[in-house]
């Protein structure tokens, strides 16, 4: 074989050795089991004859938004959440408030927070230090409630289940200090990765694809108790009447590329074979480049920058002052005449 094919199949392995490390929590996902803590219906509607858990969430509702003013199609949600819970305390996180609080409490995320390419990913920040330093409740603006949310307040952290698998981060809630949320936005910064499409980037950064691969991690271990992260079902968290959300619409945060990346999502077997016929298509391309850079002087210059990073085998240089042979023969004639 030549070594000019065994370099780029070598290219070809590292590459995909490469793209495998990145994406490996992004593949096991669906091989995580979600379930192990979650809402059961006794929890969310407790019958009377039971004993009533004791509530261990702090009753504080956190939203965020750039500024005060809220979009009037949120509003309603909005004022539904405040009047079901006059006795929460509400804390609506603008642009400017958090940030001050980031650069008091946590200043060695400052430049990360500044850092970061969308405002989305700030809006998702802030949620995980609220939630780890305040404890609370934190809900979307386009989540709406229905119904009251003391029930999800007897457990130490909750977050919901999203399809088609993992957790979002739209709704959750937890007790101060709960260490899958210091997990969480330990981690921030260590995720806080450029992917190309904004939609991606967000996704992975920041938003639920990132939440789910901290929880994957986070359960790796053996979780106690008072450290569970308990998963309300999607049945649970809109879509009936007891339901405790409304959706009213969202993902203002959306750019262009997101409903192309979607619509992947609802064409998975179009979109793999999609992706196979451009992987095709692409090794193909290769191939017709090989052959022509073979085919040309281009064949010459790959061997010679191939020769100067591997130095031929075998290659036995005799030391100059070991030579017989004259450095000057010129000089030696001149010198025999005499």
Known sequence: MRTSIKVIIWAHVLLLLFLIYCTVDLMTLPLQKWHRHVFTSEDLNPSKDSPQKPMIIPKIIHQTYKDENIPDIWKDGQKACQDLHPDYKYILWTDDKARD?????????????????????RADAIRYFALAHYGGVYIDLDDGCQRKLDPLLTVPAFVRETTPNGVSNDVMGAVPGHPFFVKVFNNLQKYNRNWIVPYI??????????LSVI?????????PDDASVTVLLPADYSGKADS????????????GDAQLIQAMGRHI??????????????????????????????????????SKIRPARGYRGRPRKDSNILANPLLGKNESMV
Request: hydrophobic letters at 50%; a positive charge.
């Open 101 to 121: 609080f980031i650069s008091k409490e946590y200043p060695w995320f400052l430049k990360t927070w500044d850092g970061y390419r969308y405002p989305i990913e």
């Open 201 to 210: 980037t967000i996704m992975f950064s920041t938003g639920p694809l990132f």
């Open 215 to 223: 929880m994957e991690h986070y359960n790796w271990g053996r979780v």
């Open 244 to 255: 405790f959300f409304k959706i009213a619409q969202g993902s203002s945060w959306h750019l």
């Open 269 to 306: 077997p179009f979109t793999v074979f999609c992706g196979f016929v451009i992987a095709g298509l692409i090794f193909l391309m290769e191939w017709y480049i090989y052959l022509f850079c073979v085919r040309t002087n281009f064949r010459r210059v790959f061997d010679y920058l191939i």
